[in-house]
């Protein structure tokens, strides 16, 4: 089974040290117990008692520091990485935030050439120190352009003023990798901090959650040579790398949500009888279980296989900086439409404050909204679409990289320029080597958004019509969505009625944004014929159907209850 059991955790690792790492952390959340972790939860209690489970067995020192700078089993794995942030999210979007904004913490920490700051990041680790990514501020959000943390020049060194906004572990970080401008040099500067200084000033929680979402003044901050970890463009360039690494791990958050609360609502609407029958023999709320069903399995196919290709990437292969804001923004969101469909099977049950689904309703909301919101990074990714639709390349095939190597290109990514030069392998050659109904029609629709686009393609002012790309990129995200599910379909074993029926929705899906974009004002006559052209009804099959839900879906029932 694809989705994650945690009684049954059976994924194959290289090393007994990472098999070791997933299950200890299922065994303390386990032992914790529901009723506790709910408790927590509404209660906004630091979770302390995972921050010591987490030192007590180097758990972040083993998954955060790359290989060659701390112990024997440590390394940078996205491989292993992928389904521990699952677990996280599995049990409480709380713990994995934290673990998240390390991730981002300790990025310009690995990528500079500061040798003594990379030991003090390794020493943190060991002593089970976690970190903060001081790069957002009240008035610009994320935008770096407009920093107001100010470096000025103060003998060998210099005094740092100004405050920083919605910084995650801002009051418990070992270190505070944080973004700033140097006054006289008039360059962008990273720069470690220390929350336990006199001149740092934690000001509030400005969220109300167990997590410590901060806002912190540095006052006459001193700042030393030691402290710098990056200057200039290379400041630039570590904060956009850092980006790409840590929000390929918002999707993993999403998928891990959606199983637990897919195990708790068919568990509960299978067993909930309603005029004599079970819930779940109800046409419509078996439709919608099947739908969150294929929609998770999707998204996990496609979060694993974009894996793949963030652990093969090099300065000449860049396909990653496609693939990593996808599962961002599409895998995020498909998170909200499967906790959606599951909320209008189970009703009012999805309130209780004793499920665990009252918190997944509302955690689920905030993966598409941190780390670039659904309009940045779409506005990203469509940077890519005419170089995959029309210039393709050729690249060797891509293995499943389940191997335990240190991801070292990570930390070296170099420039985060030329993005619209990077190609793709020719998407069309998964969708001819399959021959099911609904793969052939959106194959069918995919050929009619490449005809539109190379014979009416956006002009100027549609590019800058941020409402119209949107809906664009989602018709693009959906292709390159259903090219990278093809192709990991069969290394997991996926079977052809799963497949169809997840195909399925990717039709209506497709369908629903070319109705979108047809209605949009600018679209022009051609570009609404293309969306007619697109405009296509899924392949009805009742056998099919039953036997997905039969053989996948029904089978849930009961699999999975945490302990009390």
């Known amino acids: 089974m694809i989705l994650l059991d945690p009684r049954n955790l059976k994924r194959p690792y290289p090393d007994d040290r990472s098999a070791e790492v997933m299950r200890k952390t299922v065994g303390f959340f386990e032992a914790k117990g529901k009723k506790r972790l709910l408790e927590d939860y509404y209660d906004r209690v630091w979770y302390a008692d995972f921050l010591d489970f987490v030192r007590q067995n180097r758990i972040f020192a083993t998954m955060c520091t790359p290989a060659g700078e701390g112990a024997a089993d440590a390394r940078w794995d996205t491989w292993r990485n992928c389904e521990f942030a699952e677990i996280l999210g599995f049990y409480g979007l709380q713990y994995w935030y934290t673990w998240q904004v390390s991730v981002l913490g ?18 943190a680790l060991e002593a089970g120190g976690i970190f903060a990514f001081g790069l957002s501020e009240r008035a610009h959000g994320a935008d770096i352009y407009s920093t107001d943390m100010v470096l000025t020049r103060d003998g060998d060194g210099w005094k740092a003023n100004g405050r ?26 990273f720069f470690a901090a220390d929350p336990k200084h006199e001149r740092y000033d934690l000001i509030q929680n400005v969220v109300a959650s167990q997590n410590y979402v901060s806002e912190f003044e540095l006052k006459d901050y001193p700042v030393r040579e030691d402290d710098i970890l990056h200057r200039g463009r290379e400041a630039w360039n570590a904060a956009l790398n850092t980006v790409n690494i840590g929000k390929y791990n918002l999707g993993w958050a999403s998928i891990g949500i959606c199983t637990h609360a897919l195990y708790e609502a068919i568990t509960h609407a299978s067993h909930r009888i309603l005029y004599g029958h079970a819930v779940t023999d109800m046409p419509h709320v078996r439709q919608m279980f099947v739908d969150a069903y294929c929609r998770l399995v999707a998204m996990k196919l496609f979060a694993l296989r974009a894996a793949d290709y963030m652990r093969v990437a090099s300065p000449e292969d860049r396909r990653y900086l496609l693939y990593n804001p996808m599962v961002k923004m599409k895998v ?7 906790v959606d469909l599951l909320w209008d099977a189970i009703a009012a049950k999805g309130f209780e404050k004793s499920t665990y689904f009252g918190q997944a309703a509302v955690d689920i909301r905030a993966l598409p909204k941190l780390e670039g919101t659904v309009h940045v990074n779409i506005a990203l990714i469509v940077k890519f679409m005419p170089n995959f639709f029309f210039n393709p390349a050729e690249y060797p095939d891509v293995e499943t990289q389940g191997h335990g190597g240190n991801d070292d290109f990570l930390f070296d990514q170099g420039s985060t320029k030329g993005l619209s030069q990077i190609q793709f392998n020719d998407y069309r050659r ?16 995919t050929e009619s958004l490449r005809r539109m686009l190379e014979e ?16 664009m990129g989602e018709m693009f995200a959906l ?18 009625d799963l497949l ?45 159907y039953d036997r997905v839900w039969s053989g996948h879906v029904a089978p849930l029932s009961d699999r999975y209850e945490m302990n009390a």
């Open 500 to 544: 169809d029926q997840i195909f399925d929705f990717m039709v209506r899906d497709m369908s629903k944004f070319a109705l979108q974009l047809f209605s949009k004002p600018s679209s022009t006559e051609r570009q609404m014929e293309g969306c007619r052209e697109i405009l296509r009804r899924p392949v009805v099959d009742p056998a099919r």
């Open 332 to 338: 995020t969101t498909q998170g909200e439409e499967v």
């Open 164 to 189: 920083k906004y919605y910084i995650g572990n801002g009051n418990e970080a070992a270190i505070v990798s944080t973004f700033g401008r140097l006054a006289d040099e008039d360059e962008y500067v």
């Open 106 to 123: 300790l990025g310009p920490l690995w990528m500079t050439q500061n040798e003594g700051m990379r030991r003090r990041a390794a020493e």
């Open 456 to 471: 009416a393609p956006p002009g100027p002012d549609q590019m800058k019509d941020v409402d119209f790309l949107l809906s």
């Open 430 to 445: 998964v969708f001819e080597d399959c021959s099911l109904p609904n793969v052939k029609i959106f194959a069918e629709q």
């Open 479 to 496: 292709v390159v969505y259903a090219q990278l599910l093809l192709e990991n379909a069969p290394i997991y074993g996926t079977d052809d």
